[in-house]
Nanobody, 122 residues
Framework: QVQLVESGGGLVQVGDSLRLSCAASGRTFNAMGWFRQAPGKEREFVASISGSAVRIAYADSVKGRFTITKDNAENMVYLQMNSLKPEDTGVYYC?????????????????WSQGTQVTVSS
């Protein structure tokens, strides 16, 4: 059974940092991504990384502050979040694709984590 289990969320202050981790089990995935959903809003793309980690994409709102990395040997993906802002608050999900190409479209992902809450307090 495929599982994506993430950890690392929490309550932080403006300007703080957090690192989210996502462990995949049950099979080896290729491209992976991070999405988030704020209260009352639709789920939005945050970052994605291709299977080989050569291609990486970020939402404009997090570019320069967030970094996505991938450890293929451990089947893990990480999201380092720096200089956090209140608008970064939401439930963060990691997602995995069966193919190597990264994507910013959530419908192209094949598996999802349960989500972890990130709250940035001002």
């Amino acid at each position: 059974q495929v599982q994506l289990v993430e950890s690392g969320g929490g309550l932080v202050q403006v300007g703080d940092s957090l690192r989210l981790s996502c462990a995949a089990s049950g099979r080896t995935f290729n491209a992976m991504g991070w999405f988030r959903q704020a209260p009352g809003k639709e789920r939005e793309f945050v970052a994605s990384i291709s299977g080989s980690a050569v291609r990486i994409a970020y939402a404009d709102s997090v570019k320069g502050r967030f970094t996505i990395t991938k450890d293929n040997a451990e089947n893990m993906v990480y999201l380092q979040m720096n200089s956090l802002k209140p608008e970064d608050t939401g439930v963060y999900y990691c997602a995995a694709r069966n193919t190597a190409m990264e994507s910013r479209w959530d419908y192209q992902y094949d598996a999802w984590s349960q989500g972890t809450q990130v709250t940035v307090s001002s």
